[in-house]
């Protein structure tokens, strides 16, 4: 099956600073990719849809200015969680969909961020 | 707005038992179901895909179907293996965006 590749896996930061992580899909180009957020024991939470080329879709009371999401190529989307505090501690996880809007979604294998 | 409901949240099972999780939706106009497999502290892995012309999908001991009509799907696992322990999570797409059930957590005991 297809891969996407999550980058780093587990990220432990002081508060205030920026964290990045990276999204791959790495054998099918994909012009739409997904992020997402998971709290313990819970089901994940939509944060934004990242279009290839275009300003991302945030989903209500997602603050745009604290994740910033680019999508620059085909196959990479980054999340930069901005100024981090200890409550954006979270497993993020981002999918990338292959070909069509009915096409399988694959999903990367998380980050888990810690702000100390 | 699209909803999904899994249940039951969690169960468990002797090895060996054949068992059925339900996934029920309330916007049948879907372009696909799909059947995900999440381990703790990992990311989702797919292990059924079911487009909205389909009634199943079958990979190994799983199978899924699913009923648009009346908003459900199910996953049955046969023959079940402490190695399906494991979190089941099923998603709707419709309009690019896939909305998730809350899961259901599976234990298998040897």
């Known amino acids: 099956g297809a891969v996407v590749s999550q980058h780093p896996s587990r990220v432990i930061c002081k508060s205030g600073t920026s964290v990045k992580i990276e999204c791959r899909s790495l054998?099918?180009?994909?012009?739409?990719m997904f992020w997402y957020r998971q709290f313990p024991k819970q089901s994940l939470m939509l944060m934004a849809t990242?279009?290839?080329?275009?300003?991302?879709?945030?989903e209500q009371g997602v603050e745009k200015d604290k994740f910033l999401i680019n999508h620059a190529s085909l196959t990479l989307s980054t999340l930069t969680v901005t100024s981090a505090h200890p409550e954006d501690s979270s497993f993020y996880i981002c999918s990338a969909r292959r070909t069509t809007v009915a096409g399988e979604l694959f999903f990367g294998e998380g980050s888990r961020l810690t702000v100390l | 707005k699209q909803e999904v409901t899994q249940i039951p949240a969690a169960l468990s099972v002797p090895e060996g038992e054949n068992l059925v999780l339900n996934c029920s939706f309330t916007?049948?106009?879907?372009?696909?179901l799909q059947w995900f497999r999440q381990d703790p502290g990992k990311g989702l892995t797919s292990l059924l895909l079911?487009?909205?012309?389909?009634r199943e999908q079958t990979s190994g001991r799983l199978n899924a179907s699913l009923d648009k009509s009346s908003g459900r799907s199910t996953l049955y696992i046969a023959a079940s293996q402490p190695g399906d322990s494991a979190t089941y999570l099923c998603?709707?797409?419709?309009?690019?965006?896939?909305?998730f059930g809350d899961g259901t957590t599976l234990t298998v005991k040897p």
């Open positions: 054998d099918f180009q994909a012009t739409t």
């Open positions: 079911i487009q909205s012309s389909q």
């Open positions: 916007d049948s106009a879907i372009y696909n």
């Open positions: 998603a709707v797409n419709d309009e690019g965006k896939s909305t």
């Open positions: 990242s279009n290839e080329g275009s300003k991302a879709t945030y």
